[in-house]
Every structure is written in C-alpha cells, then in structure tokens.
C-alpha cells in the first residue's frame, strides 16, 4: 500500500511559478513510475509529467515542455512539480499517482497507476 500526499497549489498570476511536492509512505519499488496528472471539470484527467523512482528518465506531456521540471528526492521519498511561465489554461486539479511501470497502456494512461492523491488545486488568473 502506497499513501500520497500532494501540496503546494494556490493561486498564482499568468507567468509566475509555483511547485507541488508529492510525498510517498509505504513500498514503492525502482520499477514504479510517479507521474502527475491534472483535471478541470467536465474533462478526462490528463497527463503532465512522469519520472521512475529508479532512474532519471523524465517524460513531459507536449502541452508543459519547457514549462515544467518533475524531479524527485529519494531519500525524502518525495517528486516534485517546478511549474513556471503558467498560463491560465493549466489552472486545473494536480494529482500525483504511483504504480509499476507497464506499456501497454503506458505512462500517460491514468489507468496504469494504482496510487492516487487526493489533488491540489492550481488556479492561474490572467
């Protein structure tokens, strides 16, 4: 069992930057993947950004390259969202989720992690 706290949302005007920490108890594995995703309502939860637990392999969604970091620190077993130049579209619901690495269905499917936070909310204002 994995538990997964998110923090560090708010509200932030257009180009600045605020950081979400994911912290982790319980197992996690070097084969687990930490991803975040985001959700505004009426729409399907999407894809931000994914890193492994065991390596230094980082996988963004087109929409925040460039925008967007995801790191983590190991020893405090917790990933990191450094998010700068935010525009008011990515205003949306962050969550963080964990799980074993398996492709299919791949990193940017939802369904690929077992583990979820229960979400902060980042609101962007133009």
């Known amino acids: 069992q994995v538990q997964l706290v998110e923090s560090g949302g708010g509200l932030v005007q257009a180009g600045g930057s605020l950081r979400l920490s994911c912290a982790a108890s319980?197992?996690?594995?070097?084969?687990?993947?930490m991803a975040w995703f985001r959700q505004t309502p009426g729409k399907e939860r999407e894809f931000v950004a994914r890193?492994?637990?065991?390596?230094?392999?980082?996988y963004y969604a087109d929409s925040v390259k460039g925008r967007f970091t995801i790191s983590r620190d190991n020893a405090k077993t917790t990933v990191y969202l450094q998010m700068s130049s935010l525009k008011p579209e990515d205003t949306a619901v962050y969550y963080c989720?964990?799980?074993?690495?398996?492709?299919?269905?791949?990193?940017?499917?939802?369904?690929?992690?077992?583990?979820w936070g229960q979400g902060t909310q980042v609101t962007v204002s133009s």
């Open positions: 890193i492994m637990w065991g390596g230094r392999n980082t």
């Open positions: 989720a964990t799980g074993d690495y398996r492709d299919p269905p791949g990193p940017r499917e939802p369904r690929m992690y077992d583990y």
């Open positions: 319980g197992r996690t594995f070097s084969s687990y993947a």
